[in-house]
């Protein structure tokens, strides 16, 4: 088959890059390893934001982007990306005074001029306590509060754009890997790729391939030049936690400084649960093969004990955690906290002309970085595109007002009031396509387990967001692997949905439902020793 450009990974910049170069008019091939938002992209903070602390380090392009682009998601994905409150807390002796907050704090409203988030205020002491009431730390002399945005489940997100990119021509192969870039008089002609879930071999041309396989761009350029290659990618190991709801913490986020290092880290109120994190540790070895250990977990515990000494936070609290490495660009001796997280793109002409690398990048700037790279594409095959339009097109499931596609939910198929509600607040408009299933079979209208998620959710996962095994269904399509039984109580009830749906014998499903644990196994604790 031929194709104007190949991509190489199924993070959020290879999504984002498919969808604005499909929407452009390219021949777009997405090629993916593994599922979709398998990776670091999932394995985050999960905040759209602007990188307050990037002023630091006088990152101000960044930081404007970044504003830039929460706006944009605020307004385009409504449905997967909300606003989130934040406080930093004011301590006394911490190495960020109260003036260099407020300092921060003003600039970062003036680099957000026009935004549609509330600008900041600052709180004393009393009405720090007020708005959260957990926050109980020595030397609290009050907090600045101010919004930024969180995207619950990145994995829609991925997919959304995926979803985009197919409606728009583009043709998304998962569960691919790229054997080799083939060249020709030193351009790229195409690849080779290998299905590994059929087992096939096939040859792809087109005369451009990006490399966006994040932390495995060194690698994937390892295996494509047949040597090792100069490092583009410094790995950083980053580790959250996720733990019962945080008594005292509210609605709103807390943004807080690290007393063992002074890094800033977050105590987030995220999917009914608190999310805690985040780690920034040098890693360079095999990102599928990454894992958290003890140390990092005893430090992020520590510190949220710090904050929330009324909080019941231990080992035996934390439902899970996950890890992920941030693909930033290799800087030999430089502080970790201090790398740039502005993205970059690389063209290997002594490799193959036509052959470029993602380098680093963030969640929030990836729409602005896919803008950027269709552009270098353009110019580089000479093509005159369509104006980009993904800052103005909205993503396939935007719901501006959730309440009344659930009520008209509710009215059509006769599902509960609370059911309705999750569907259109994860799926959006594309709720409808799962009530549809309800209304052609009345049957899939049943919940899994005891919450609100229904059985046309794993039925709508194979059928229209390319899924193809049920921890695809489970941890990134319906999201109920990421609860806080991580999905053990859905687990049979969808397996069965799945077989009946798809004829899976009883051989398949037994390797569905070990594939399944596998994947949750790896995300908990990992042991003390």
Not at 203 to 223: E, F, H, R, Y
Not at 225 to 231: D, N, P, S, T
Not at 325 to 352: E, F, M, S, W
Not at 389 to 396: C, K, M, N, Q
């Amino acid at each position: 088959m031929d194709f104007d450009v190949i991509i190489i990974g199924g993070g959020i910049n290879g999504a984002g890059i498919a969808r604005d170069a499909s929407l452009r008019g390219l021949r777009v091939c997405l090629l993916e390893q593994g599922d979709l938002c398998g990776a670091t992209s999932r394995w985050c903070s999960r905040l759209v934001h602007g990188g307050l602390r990037y002023l630091e380090f006088a990152e101000f392009g960044l930081v404007r982007e970044s504003l830039h682009e929460r706006e944009v998601l605020l307004r385009t994905a409504p449905h997967l990306v909300r606003p989130l409150p934040l406080l930093i807390p004011l301590l006394a002796g911490a190495r960020r005074g109260p003036l260099t907050v407020r300092a921060g704090m003003w600039l970062y409203d003036l680099l957000s001029a026009g935004k549609s988030l509330p600008s900041h205020r600052m709180l004393d002491a009393a009405a720090t306590r007020q708005e959260m009431p957990g926050l109980d730390v020595a030397g609290l002399r009050g907090a600045a509060a101010y919004h930024d945005a969180q995207v619950r489940f990145p994995e829609r997100l991925v997919l959304e754009n995926l979803l985009a990119a197919s409606a728009a021509g583009a043709v998304i192969r998962l569960h691919t890997r790229v054997q080799r870039v083939l060249v020709e008089a030193g351009r790229v002609r195409g690849v080779l790729a290998s299905d590994l879930r059929r087992g096939t071999t096939e040859t792809l041309a087109a005369p451009l391939v990006v490399n966006a396989a994040g932390p495995w761009v060194d690698q994937l350029l390892d295996s494509l030049a047949g040597r090792r290659q100069r490092r583009f990618i410094g790995g950083s190991k980053g580790t959250h936690l996720v733990t019962a709801p945080l008594p005292g913490l509210g609605a709103s986020a807390c943004y807080a400084e690290a007393a063992a290092d002074g890094r800033p880290f977050f105590i987030i109120p995220w999917n009914g649960m608190t999310l805690i994190g985040t780690t920034d540790i040098p890693f360079a070895g095999n990102p599928g093969e990454v894992r958290s250990d003890p140390a990092e977990v005893d430090y992020l515990l520590a510190e949220a004990r710090r904050l929330f000494p009324g909080a019941p936070l231990s080992r035996a609290g934390v439902h899970y955690s996950y890890v992920g490495v941030r693909p930033l660009p290799a800087a030999a001796g430089k502080d970790q906290a201090a790398i740039t997280r502005r993205h970059q793109l690389r063209h290997h002409r002594t490799v193959a002309r036509g052959l470029y690398s993602v380098i680093g990048g963030k969640l929030t700037t990836y729409r602005s970085l896919a803008e950027q790279v269709v552009d270098r594409l353009a110019r580089r095959i000479g093509r005159d595109l369509a104006e980009c339009s993904t800052a103005r097109e909205s993503l396939p499931g935007a719901l501006a007002d959730p309440v009344p596609l659930a009520a008209d939910i509710t009215a059509r198929t006769g599902l509960d009031g609370a059911v309705a509600a999750r569907l259109v607040g994860l799926y959006g408009s594309r709720a409808d396509g799962v009530a549809a299933l309800v209304a052609r079979e009345p049957a899939l209208g049943a919940t899994l387990g005891n919450g609100t998620a229904i059985a046309a959710e794993v039925v709508h996962a194979f059928e229209e967001e390319f899924a193809t095994s049920l921890a695809d269904c489970l941890m990134r399509r319906t999201m109920l692997g990421l609860g806080a039984d991580l999905g053990a109580s859905v687990l049979d009830e969808a397996l069965r949905v799945a077989a009946r749906q798809l004829g899976w014998d009883a051989g398949r499903c037994e390797a569905e439902r070990a594939g399944f644990l596998a994947e949750t196994a790896a995300l908990r604790l990992p042991v003390q020793r």
